[in-house]
């Protein structure tokens, strides 16, 4: 179905109420809030006020103790990755800034990839990847080696991954896990395939090429949409998730950056490809129900939540905060391609006043800045993940 900005707010300000369930909202206030962050600081009180049931037991986030502000400081932070988390990140730069005046902070949408490189060669002061730092790639050993400490890998936002289209008379359509691993392999290559009407009973669908475009970039947003791929399809996918789309032998064209892959299905009838959510609700892209054996789920707020809110950490001391996600979850309503963009810092800078920096900067994302999440396309994480979060934040130095 086609989802617009109205209708993610809408599902979002729903969704909020359940992504704050199990734990307390350890966010940031401040009395110098203008603009855009005054409706974020807004929309925080009333999420803070909501209280929800799960399994164990319920939590009144109203009754949480009030959160800590964030100590503004002097100075710049420079920072590049995800372009999955870029548009949380503009907004989250653009509100802190306004409550921090003396700290500018600079963020450039490069790819997961690029971030992580760049962070490793001390070229940025922390990275955006939409995946952890890869023990076996050597990534864990040279981030300690380059901040002469241990490395961080803070979840900050849960951005789903959207399989937006472009067909014409369809907004309402369902893909299970082969029919995507065969579509975009080019296994199947027509709209009217009939393994795709199977899926679809009373949909029509015309016999139209598809079209399929995906990330050519080393992009966190690929190597999470492969390891989907690979959870549910093994049979037919068989490569090894990776932020490097090559090797996966996909049929189709190569974009850059999760707009230029938007921007390429937006224009193109019959297109298919994987994109981050914000990015097909700001591209105004018609996305499909995904049915992994438990029921057709669309993509919500709600449904983003329930995967994630699953995801088991990888802590290592209570700090770094790798999540462990299930892509071949069959729970009924969770919706199954999701990532988690993390931050990834050091845990002690050799230069102090960067430390102060990044801890305040991301006291505030990890806090008052999930509320701004609702209004972008994006989830905030569950509470539970959010108190373990700040409670990392706090040790950076």
Same mark, same amino acid.
């Given at each position: 179905?086609?989802?617009?900005?109205?209708?993610?707010?809408?599902?979002?300000?729903?969704?909020?109420?359940?992504?704050?369930?199990?734990?307390?909202?350890?966010? %940031?206030?401040?009395?110098?809030?203008?603009?855009?962050?005054?409706?974020?600081?807004?929309?925080?009180? *009333?999420?803070?006020?909501?209280?929800?049931?799960?399994?164990?037991?319920?939590?009144?986030?109203?009754?949480? =103790?009030?959160?800590?502000?964030?100590?503004?400081? *002097?100075?710049?932070?420079?920072?590049?990755?995800? @372009?999955?988390?870029?548009?949380?990140?503009?907004?989250?730069?653009?509100?802190?800034?306004?409550?921090?005046?003396?700290?500018?902070?600079?963020?450039?949408?490069?790819?997961?990839? #690029?971030?992580?490189?760049?962070?490793?060669?001390?070229?940025?002061?922390?990275?955006?990847?939409?995946?952890?730092?890869? =023990?076996?790639?050597?990534?864990?050993?040279?981030?300690?080696?380059?901040?002469?400490?241990?490395?961080?890998?803070? =979840?900050? /936002?849960?951005?789903?991954?959207?399989?937006?289209?472009?067909?014409?008379?369809?907004? &309402? !359509?369902? !893909?299970?896990?082969?029919?995507? *691993?065969?579509?975009?392999?080019?296994?199947?290559?027509?709209?009217?395939?009939?393994?795709?009407?199977?899926?679809?009973?009373?949909?029509?669908?015309?016999?139209?090429?598809?079209? %399929?475009?995906?990330?050519? &970039?080393?992009?966190?947003?690929?190597?999470?949409?492969?390891?989907?791929?690979?959870?549910?399809?093994?049979?037919?996918? @068989?490569?090894?998730? &990776?932020?490097?789309?090559?090797?996966?032998?996909?049929?189709?064209?190569?974009?850059?950056?999760?707009?230029?892959?938007?921007?390429?299905?937006?224009?193109?009838?019959? #297109?298919?490809?994987?994109?981050?959510?914000?990015?097909? /609700?700001?591209?105004?892209?018609?996305?499909?129900?995904? &049915?992994?054996?438990?029921?057709?789920?669309?993509?919500?707020?709600?449904?983003?939540?329930?995967?994630?809110? #699953?995801?088991?950490?990888?802590?290592?001391?209570?700090?770094? !905060?790798?999540?462990?996600?299930?892509?071949? *979850?069959?729970?009924?309503?969770?919706?199954?391609?999701?990532?988690?963009?993390?931050?990834?810092?050091?845990?002690?800078?050799?230069?102090?006043?960067?430390?102060?920096?990044?801890?305040?900067?991301?006291?505030?994302?990890?806090?008052?800045?999930?509320?701004?999440?609702?209004?972008?396309?994006?989830? =905030?994480?569950?509470?539970?993940?959010?108190?373990? /979060?700040?409670?990392?934040?706090?040790?950076?130095?």
């Amino acid at each position: 179905m086609l989802i617009t900005r109205a209708g993610v707010v809408a599902g979002l300000a729903a969704g909020a109420i359940a992504l704050t369930a199990c734990g307390s909202d350890k966010g %940031v206030t401040s009395s110098n809030t203008t603009g855009a962050a005054a409706t974020s600081a807004s929309s925080a009180s *009333t999420a803070s006020s909501a209280s929800t049931t799960s399994s164990a037991s319920t939590t009144s986030a109203a009754s949480s =103790p009030a959160p800590a502000a964030a100590a503004c400081g *002097t100075g710049s932070l420079k920072a590049e990755g995800s @372009t999955a988390q870029k548009n949380a990140m503009d907004q989250w730069v653009k509100d802190f800034q306004s409550q921090c005046s003396g700290t500018t902070v600079t963020y450039n949408g490069t790819g997961s990839g #690029a971030g992580v490189s760049n962070f490793l060669a001390k070229q940025d002061n922390f990275a955006g990847s939409d995946s952890a730092l890869d =023990p076996k790639k050597g990534e864990v050993a040279k981030a300690a080696a380059a901040c002469g400490s241990p490395a961080l890998d803070l =979840p900050m /936002v849960t951005g789903p991954i959207a399989v937006a289209y472009k067909l014409k008379g369809v907004t &309402d !359509l369902t !893909l299970t896990p082969t029919l995507i *691993t065969q579509i975009f392999l080019g296994k199947i290559t027509s709209w009217d395939d009939p393994a795709i009407k199977a899926a679809n009973s009373g949909v029509k669908l015309p016999s139209q090429k598809i079209t %399929v475009f995906y990330r050519s &970039d080393s992009s966190g947003t690929t190597q999470n949409f492969e390891r989907y791929l690979a959870a549910n399809d093994a049979k037919d996918f @068989t490569a090894t998730p &990776d932020k490097d789309s090559s090797k996966a032998g996909f049929a189709g064209q190569g974009k850059t950056g999760s707009q230029g892959v938007q921007q390429a299905i937006s224009t193109t009838e019959g #297109a298919i490809g994987y994109d981050e959510w914000s990015y097909a /609700v700001s591209g105004n892209l018609d996305t499909a129900k995904v &049915d992994n054996g438990g029921g057709a789920v669309e993509l919500t707020a709600d449904s983003a939540g329930a995967a994630v809110a #699953a995801a088991k950490v990888a802590s290592n001391g209570g700090k770094d !905060l790798t999540l462990k996600l299930d892509y071949a *979850t069959k729970a009924p309503g969770a919706y199954p391609i999701i990532l988690v963009t993390y931050e990834i810092v050091c845990s002690k800078y050799s230069d102090p006043k960067i430390g102060s920096l990044v801890k305040s900067f991301l006291t505030y994302t990890a806090g008052q800045g999930q509320s701004a999440l609702k209004e972008l396309g994006y989830a =905030p994480l569950p509470a539970s993940i959010q108190s373990q /979060v700040t409670a990392a934040v706090a040790t950076i130095s």
